[in-house]
């Protein structure tokens, strides 16, 4: 009964390449996000979608880009991956966008680019 | 510029002790402030929400404590548990439609036998 699922949990992979990760929540909310956390183990907002609509685009590099199929699902793809993006991503998810709402988040996945 | 200061960055008490976390913040407007807590390897998870109007809130052993007027907030842990340790962050929101959230750093616990 996982509520904010992501795949893969870890992704080693080299400079240059392109990689997707998965997010999935099975809470029937309508927004969901993307986060970055740094070897600072600061969290940054990357992204968030609510019913399919983008209303967060923070400063990200544009070979950044999210999908979001349905309101069940936000993945994102990264293009011509660099040394800097190593991270920790995590997607989360709340009832619908606002101040107020409780954010669920995943497990993460551990980037690793070599 | 909006910013969300945690101290002490780390922090070793006996299992047993009590422990308080300050978190510092200058994020304005202001809609609510969270604590949330993150084990290693784990998402965070939320352990209290507090809007301006409230000024302490608990959760189990968990007690959050919050001054809109200075900014600062405190979250009191009461006999701790090895379980407590882990990473807990200091969260802001600011009066918005978007839910962006503003993290602070955290603050590493570790609770030892």
């Known amino acids: 009964d996982t509520a904010v699922s992501q795949t893969p949990k870890y992704l080693v992979t080299q400079m240059g390449n392109d990689k997707s990760i998965k997010c999935e929540q099975n809470l029937g909310h309508d927004t969901m996000y993307w986060y970055k956390q740094d070897s600072k183990k600061f969290l940054k907002i990357m992204f968030s979608?609510?019913?399919?609509?983008?209303?967060i685009n923070e400063t990200v590099p544009n070979r950044f880009s999210p999908k979001s199929p349905d309101k069940a699902h936000l993945n994102l793809h990264i293009n011509s991956l660099e040394l800097g993006d190593s991270a920790v991503y995590f997607c989360?998810?709340?009832?619908?966008?606002?101040?107020?709402?409780?954010?669920?988040f995943g497990p993460g996945t551990r980037l690793t680019v070599t | 510029k909006n910013q969300v200061e945690q101290s002490p960055q780390s922090l070793i008490i006996l299992e047993g002790k009590n422990c308080t976390l300050q978190?510092?913040?200058?994020?304005?407007?202001?809609?609510?402030l969270r604590w949330y807590k993150q084990d290693t390897g784990r998402g965070p998870v939320s352990l209290t929400i507090m809007t301006f109007s409230e000024n302490t809130k608990s959760n189990g052993r968990y007690t959050a404590t919050l001054d809109a007027d200075t900014k600062q907030s405190s979250l009191h842990i009461t006999a701790s548990q090895l379980s407590d340790s882990a990473s807990y962050i200091c969260?802001?929101?600011?009066?918005?439609?978007?839910?962006?959230?503003?993290f602070g750093q955290g603050t590493t616990l570790q609770v030892k036998p």
């Open positions: 989360a998810s709340s009832p619908t966008s606002g101040a107020v709402y409780e954010q669920y």
């Open positions: 969260v802001v929101t600011g009066s918005s439609n978007t839910g962006k959230l503003i």
């Open positions: 979608y609510n019913n399919k609509e983008l209303i």
């Open positions: 978190c510092n913040y200058t994020v304005s407007p202001f809609s609510n």
